[in-house]
C-alpha cells in the first residue's frame, strides 16, 4: 500500500501576522537578558529575499547599541548567552 501524498497550501503572510508579536517579544527578552545598562538595541521589520517569496517575512534583530554593548559582546558573547545559545 502506498502511502497518500499530503500537500500543504500555507498561507505565509497570515503566519507570519501571527507571528510578528512572538518574534518582537522574544528580542525584547534576549536585550533585557544581555543587560539594559550596556546598551544593547533591537530591531523588528519586515523584508524579503531577492528572488524569493514575494511576501516579505518579519525579521528580528538584536545588536550592539554602544561601543560599551560592543566590547561586553566580543569579551562575553553575551548575545549569545542571552539567545540561550
Known sequence: MMARRVILDLDFS???AALAPTIKEKCEIIKE????????????????YP?????????????????K???DNA????LLKAAGG
Open 33 to 48: 537578558n544581555a543587560g539594559p545598562e550596556y546598551g544593547y538595541d533591537f530591531n523588528v521589520e519586515e523584508w524579503a
Open 75 to 78: 569579551r562575553h558573547n553575551t
Open 14 to 16: 497570515e503566519l507570519d
Open 51 to 67: 528572488g524569493k517569496r514575494d511576501a516579505p517575512r518579519t525579521h528580528g534583530l538584536v545588536y550592539t547599541g554602544t561601543y
Open 69 to 71: 554593548a560592543i566590547a
